[in-house]
């Protein structure tokens, strides 16, 4: 089943990472409890949510790097149209994660290497699960 997001509609800036995870929980929503996936919202350079969201479904527990550079360069995309100090933040949702699980580490490790590796900046890497969630880099 494909998810139709919302985005979020532009509003006060986020100014912790606290602030951007609420906003992800209300983004990715029931969502939580489903297949494993990866989200993608993007901030303008003030922390306003920019109208653009990329969820990817159907994620491995093991990041391919095919996979992992593709969204990071679709990624740089979106924040090339952007001013100077727009980011990307990147929720890995699974129904049983939302901590620091070994999935969670490979895939925040991962991401990391291919934004560095690209100049995308990324705002904020999150873990989201079913019944918790927790801010994995800020």
Same mark, same amino acid.
């Given at each position: 089943?494909?998810?139709?997001?919302? =985005?979020?509609?532009? +509003?006060?800036?986020?100014?912790?990472?606290?602030?951007?995870? %609420? $906003?992800?929980?209300?983004?990715? #929503?029931?969502?939580?409890?489903?297949?494993?996936?990866?989200?993608?919202?993007?901030?303008?350079? %003030?922390?306003?949510?920019?109208?653009?969201?990329?969820?990817?479904?159907?994620? =491995?527990?093991?990041?391919?790097?095919?996979?992992?550079?593709? $969204?990071?360069?679709?990624?740089?995309?979106?924040? !090339?149209? !952007?001013?100077?100090?727009?980011?990307?933040?990147?929720?890995?949702?699974?129904?049983?994660?939302?901590?620091?699980? +070994?999935? %969670? #580490?490979?895939?925040?490790?991962?991401?990391?290497?291919?934004?560095?590796?690209?100049?995308? =900046?990324?705002?904020?890497?999150?873990?989201?699960?079913?019944?918790?969630?927790?801010?994995? %880099?800020?």
């Amino acid at each position: 089943m494909t998810t139709e997001p919302t =985005p979020p509609r532009p +509003t006060a800036t986020l100014p912790t990472a606290a602030d951007v995870l %609420e $906003v992800m929980l209300e983004l990715v #929503g029931p969502a939580r409890a489903g297949a494993p996936a990866l989200w993608v919202l993007f901030l303008d350079r %003030e922390r306003r949510v920019l109208p653009a969201v990329l969820p990817v479904e159907g994620l =491995p527990d093991r990041p391919h790097a095919g996979l992992v550079d593709a $969204v990071v360069q679709i990624a740089a995309s979106v924040l !090339q149209e !952007q001013p100077t100090g727009a980011a990307a933040a990147f929720a890995l949702v699974r129904a049983d994660g939302g901590d620091r699980g +070994t999935p %969670e #580490g490979a895939w925040c490790a991962a991401l990391r290497t291919a934004a560095d590796d690209a100049d995308v =900046p990324i705002s904020l890497i999150a873990a989201i699960g079913r019944d918790r969630a927790r801010v994995l %880099e800020w």
